[in-house]
């Protein structure tokens, strides 16, 4: 079983609908990172999050510690927004430990 | 300046070349890494340089050699590499570790023929 489940590993919706991506872990952390990755480009940092809930514009992620989950919700989905979606949790000082992604893609 | 600057974008080398990757960060970040991501997988951690040290090595090859000439300057020179090291190679960094925000470059897409 992976440390780092993320669900689900594909996701196909139309443009302007409400968008949640899941990811649970099972092991001890300090922080989490929600990414966003375009097909053969770098990576892009989300969110870090180690409480609570944070938003930024369309973007909203959520971690609850004591259930080892956290969420990342996009509001009005728009084609743009298509992309690899990473959830990576922070172990120790350096040691992130990576979802498998998910793939979103938004139909106009 | 918040942006990770990897070059060059995209690199083809022979086995018996030997070239280097280049990243650059201009935020203050004492943490620099170098990982390495196959087609559809995560990214893998090769190297953590913290305060312009190498603090962590994830029994990565000799063929890869990491330098961190500065804090704002990370090196990844490539010796003899295999077909099978082609991958998107992409540097990162954090204020101190991965407990803060990181920053990602775009990455370099390298193929070895």
């Known amino acids: 079983k992976n440390e780092v489940e993320q669900s689900p590993q594909n996701l196909t919706a139309q443009e302007g609908e409400f968008i949640t991506i899941n990811c649970s872990y099972s092991?001890?952390?300090?922080?989490l990172h929600w990414l966003q990755q375009h097909p053969g480009g770098g990576i892009v940092s989300l969110f870090m999050?180690?409480?609570?809930?944070k938003k930024h514009g369309r973007l909203i992620a959520t971690i609850n510690i004591q259930e080892k989950h956290s969420s990342l919700h996009i509001t009005a989905s728009h084609p743009r927004d298509s992309a690899v979606y990473i959830c990576?949790?922070?172990?120790?000082?350096?040691?992130?430990?990576w979802g498998a992604g998910t793939k979103l893609i938004i139909k106009p | 300046d918040t942006e990770v600057t990897q070059t060059p974008k995209h690199l083809v080398m022979g086995m018996t070349n030997k070239k280097s990757l280049k990243c650059e960060q201009h935020m203050g970040h004492r943490a620099m890494y170098w990982y390495k991501q196959k087609a559809k997988k995560p990214p893998e951690l090769m190297f953590v340089y913290s305060y312009e040290k190498l603090s962590i090595n994830e029994s990565v090859p000799s063929r890869f050699s990491p330098e961190c000439p500065n804090s704002s300057l990370l090196n990844l020179h490539l010796h003899a590499l295999q077909p099978e090291d082609s991958a998107l190679y992409l540097c990162?960094?954090?204020?101190?570790?991965?407990?803060?925000?990181?920053?990602f470059g775009q990455g370099t897409r390298l193929t070895v023929v």
């Open positions: 990162a960094s954090s204020p101190r570790n991965t407990n803060t925000e990181a920053f």
């Open positions: 092991v001890g952390i300090s922080a």
């Open positions: 999050l180690s409480s609570g809930k």
């Open positions: 990576a949790v922070v172990v120790g000082n350096y040691q992130l430990i």
